[in-house]
């Protein structure tokens, strides 16, 4: 095997470390991408029996968004095992105890329920602010492009560009100003 | 009918209330005002100043735009939203907040000047922008001006999907089979 096709070998086969920024982002949505990427089904060499999957680090997990009321009408089941050990816990209660639990099962559902699916959960990586350890960053070469575009706040965007903006309408010429 | 009904009410409010009648002018007396306060020793003035609408040289309309081709044959003429056509978002913040007052609150339609169908549009989109915390600084005074202050499930981010507004319209798969 010459030198060029050596290279070639382990750049095949080579575990690519992807981040993705969950900032606004819904996690049901990018659920399914990053099973794409943690199972390496972007892959032409993509074989089941193929251990090809990627590693995933999902940063800002903390700033995810949910749609509509969901943040309150989505509930998580738990049961214990015991007789009443049944829990009910909303998606903003389970949020606010744990910023990386949403993600972590939105991905765990996304995946086959298979004997792999425990070993595909390790490869991904959440961390609920921007801060990734350094052991990890220095592994990351590639960002996964978000799905949702991340809405500004009007009080972010300058005042000036916002007197300056395109009108659409016209106050009424006995309208008093408020 | 409700025409009707509120020109009767109007003749009934000036014959009690006589004072209020003003039926002769000689000069405009509605324009665009603003209202100042200001303390003068122990007195407070209020006066309505009357002020240029610092949007007529940044409006946009469709007459104005190239390439636009007035519908024909129909008497009923669409709003100004509706002939410009656009596919507004709760994000488009910068729309948006020209519908509002400064307290964030929806302007009525006989303010706004839309048909009832954008109106509504408009106003369901304002509150999606206000949900998820848009335009926090379009808002009551006692407001904390901070998306992230709100309780419970209200500090988190969220955000809507613009289908939900007319959902009993859209068409379903199967209607394009119909005549
Ligand atoms: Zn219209």
């Known amino acids: 095997m010459s030198a060029v096709k050596r290279v070639q070998q382990w750049a095949t086969f080579a575990r690519t470390w992807h981040v993705f920024d969950c900032k606004w982002q819904d996690p049901y949505e990018s659920a399914g991408v990053i099973k794409k990427y943690l199972m390496g089904l972007h892959k032409p060499i993509y074989h089941p029996m193929n251990d090809c999957g990627d590693v995933v680090v999902c940063i800002n997990s903390r700033e995810i968004a949910l749609r509509g009321n969901d943040w309150r009408q989505r509930a998580y089941f738990h049961h214990t095992g015991y007789p009443g050990g049944a829990t009910w816990t909303l998606a903003w209660e389970l949020h606010s105890k744990d910023p990386t639990m949403i993600i972590k099962k939105a991905v765990y559902r996304a995946l086959k329920g298979n004997l792999q699916r425990r070993h595909t959960m390790e490869r991904l990586l959440i961390y609920p602010g921007e801060t990734i350890p350094d052991d990890i960053k220095q592994n990351i070469t590639n960002q996964i492009r978000q799905i949702r575009l991340v809405p500004t706040r009007l009080d972010h965007i300058p005042e000036e560009e916002v007197q300056k903006y395109p009108k659409v309408m016209e106050y009424p010429e006995d309208y008093v100003l408020k | ?179």
């Open chain 2, 1 to 179: 009918m409700n025409s009707l009904v509120r020109a009767g009410f109007s003749f009934a409010k000036n014959a009690v209330v006589s004072t209020s009648i003003r039926s002769i002018s000689i000069t405009r007396q509605l324009n665009l005002k603003e209202l100042r306060e200001r303390t003068e020793g122990s007195t407070l003035v209020v006066e309505g100043v009357t002020v240029p609408s610092p949007r007529t040289n940044l409006l946009v309309r469709a007459e104005d735009l190239a390439g636009f081709e007035p519908s024909e044959g129909t008497a009923e003429k669409p709003c100004y939203m509706c002939s410009l056509g656009l596919d507004v978002k709760h994000t488009d913040v910068l729309i948006l907040s020209q519908f509002v007052r400064s307290d964030g609150c929806m302007l009525p339609r006989r303010i706004t000047g839309l048909c009832k169908r954008q109106q509504k549009k408009i106003g369901k989109l304002v509150t999606m922008a206000q949900k998820a915390g848009l335009m926090i600084n379009l808002t009551p005074a006692n407001c904390q001006k901070d998306p992230k202050k709100r309780r419970l499930y209200k500090k988190f981010n969220t955000y809507f999907d613009e289908k939900t507004i007319f959902m009993w319209r859209i068409p379903k798969p199967t209607d394009r089979f119909k005549r």
